[in-house]
């Protein structure tokens, strides 16, 4: 068993290894990057080969866990009060009391949650807040500030609204980017710019809207300037898939950016997904175009 200093050592450096990943505009991580991290010269696989769960034989509680697109224990349930239920192995001891001394000494895990077929966006640090044994699930808490809720079984009005925007930020938001990176990608559906670290996830409908689904469909690969001018109505897009420039904004004249960012967009053709249903919206886009040409 590895002393309690090392296996602490060794979450705080898979940490620093994820933070190191993401930080390069990376929305993702394939099964293979995390079954080859190594601490130090030692590999250490963050995912196991045949479960969800990952325990090294030398810890004394859980690493991490994983939600796949097809999990075979249901345990990809996120409920309503933001937190991920992860569902009790269905043989007693073994993982489950590993996990449950996850919960015991509140040490911080990685979730991997699968959006395709060896693909995962990563969450860190999570906690188990929670032993539901009626339930036979473990709830898992994706925002520190979530651990102290005074019973995450029965939580208040209050907490339960806080925890369902968090949710909405910490989980979706991740996914929805991943998701939208895959089907652009990596690259801005204006200006063709390929820097993942410069690029994001735009809502076409904003997401606080009824209809502002985290959905491929309603989302865009922007770059940082088209997205602000997309959401400050500076930008607009047809439900044709044109791009147009407001008309004040094409009258300026305030140098280079200005002209080659966005004057020279107006009447560019979108770059758009080759599959079907990742296009966007032209409903959507109806909508926001509307908002756009007041």
């Not at 601490?39 to 796949?68: C, K, V």
């Not at 019973?151 to 907490?159: A, G, I, Q, V, Y």
């Not at 959905?215 to 997309?230: D, F, Q």
């Not at 280079?256 to 296009?279: E, S």
């Amino acid at each position: 068993m590895r002393t309690a200093d090392e296996q602490s050592a060794i979450r705080s450096d898979v940490f620093r290894w994820l933070d190191g990943k993401l930080g390069s505009g990376k929305s993702e991580l394939s099964r293979e990057e995390l079954e080859n991290y190594h601490y130090g010269l030692e590999r250490l696989p963050l995912l196991d080969t045949a479960r969800g769960i990952r325990n090294p034989q030398d810890f004394e509680s859980t690493l991490t866990i994983m939600t796949s697109t097809k999990s075979p224990y249901g345990d990809e349930t996120i409920s309503h009060d933001g937190f991920v239920r992860y569902a009790y192995q269905a043989r007693d001891g073994g993982d489950n009391s590993k996990l449950r001394r996850a919960f015991e000494n509140a040490d911080p895990l990685v979730y991997f949650r699968g959006i395709r077929p060896k693909a995962f966006v990563p969450y860190y640090p999570v906690y188990v807040v929670a032993d539901d044994t009626a339930a036979r699930e473990f709830l898992i808490a994706v925002d520190e500030t979530m651990r102290f809720f005074g019973d995450p079984l029965h939580m208040t009005f209050n907490e339960r609204r806080y925890a369902e925007r968090t949710v909405r930020a910490r989980l979706h938001q991740p996914v929805f980017r991943a998701q939208i990176m895959y089907a652009y990608q990596t690259t801005c559906a204006i200006c063709n710019l390929k820097h993942g670290d410069l690029l994001d996830a735009a809502h076409i409908i904003a997401d606080a809207e009824v209809d502002g689904f985290a959905r491929v469909s309603n989302g865009l690969a922007l770059c940082k300037i088209h997205h602000a001018a997309y959401d400050r109505n500076l930008l607009g897009i047809t439900p044709e898939y044109e791009v147009r420039i407001d008309r004040d904004l094409l009258d300026e004249i305030d140098g280079p950016m200005l002209r080659h960012g966005l004057q020279d967009m107006h009447g560019r053709r979108l770059n758009t997904p080759t599959r079907l249903a990742d296009k966007p919206s032209r409903e959507s886009l109806a909508v926001r175009f509307a908002e756009f040409s007041r």
